[in-house]
T-cell receptor, first 116, second 111 residues
């Protein structure tokens, strides 16, 4: 079974709709992240969470919100989707408590979101 | 703002050839990682380097961290079609809890 899962894997929605992307992990990691990937722009950080009560904005948080419902679950919401939010979205985890301080991240399989 | 520049952006080679991709920055990183991403999947961690001048080998892949910890390279010997994918480097700065990603090198190995 995959350590980091994302649902749905594909989603097509219309402008103005609210949607939620969900991420679950069984790795026992404390830190979780949401990224979007666009051709030519690479991976960009949307939000990150160090634990259930610690949520932080990333590079491109406008138009997005997140919820860390439990250590293992981190969801991303688009309150009112717009076409330029069409992208690949990835959830990732890392284990700060390991002490390695290298911030190695483990990614889910991604959600392909299309906003019409 | 820390930036990582990867080159080349695209690379298409024949099976059996050798290749090197580069990851460069003007900033110092405390560690640097290489990931490979296949179509329809998330990036998968290949290696982490933390010491200036460090060289790590993973089968036919050789990773090097620059002496000044500002750059890194990935060398593939005798490339195979299974090496096809997007190679991403990512750096972590001292005291930073975030990764800075390069935009990637898209490698195609033709049988």
């Amino acid at each position: 079974d995959a350590d980091v899962t994302q649902t749905p894997r594909n989603r097509i929605t219309k402008t103005g709709k609210r949607i939620m992307l969900e991420c679950s992990q069984t790795k026992g990691h404390d830190r979780m992240y949401w990224y979007r990937q666009d051709p030519g722009l690479g991976l960009r950080l949307i939000y990150y969470s160090f634990d259930v009560k610690d949520i932080n904005k990333g590079e491109i948080s406008d138009g997005y919100s997140v919820s860390r419902q439990a250590q293992a679950k981190f969801s991303l919401s688009l309150e009112s989707a717009i076409p330029n939010q069409t992208a690949l979205y990835f959830c990732a985890t890392s284990d700060f408590r390991s002490g390695r301080m290298t911030n190695e991240q483990f990614f889910g399989p991604g959600t392909r979101l299309t906003v019409l | 703002t820390q930036l990582l520049e990867q080159s080349p952006q695209f690379l298409s080679i024949q099976e059996g050839e050798n290749l090197t991709v580069y990851c460069n920055s003007s900033s110092v990183f405390s560690s640097l990682q290489w990931y490979r991403q296949e179509p329809g999947e998330g990036p998968v961690l290949l290696v982490t380097v933390v010491t200036g001048g460090e060289v790590k080998k993973l089968k036919r892949l050789t990773f090097q961290f620059g002496d000044a910890r500002k750059d890194s390279s990935l060398h593939i010997t005798a490339a195979q079609p299974g090496d096809t994918g997007l190679y991403l480097c990512a750096g972590s700065g001292a005291g930073s809890y975030q990764l800075t990603f390069g935009k990637g090198t898209k490698l195609s190995v033709i049988p």
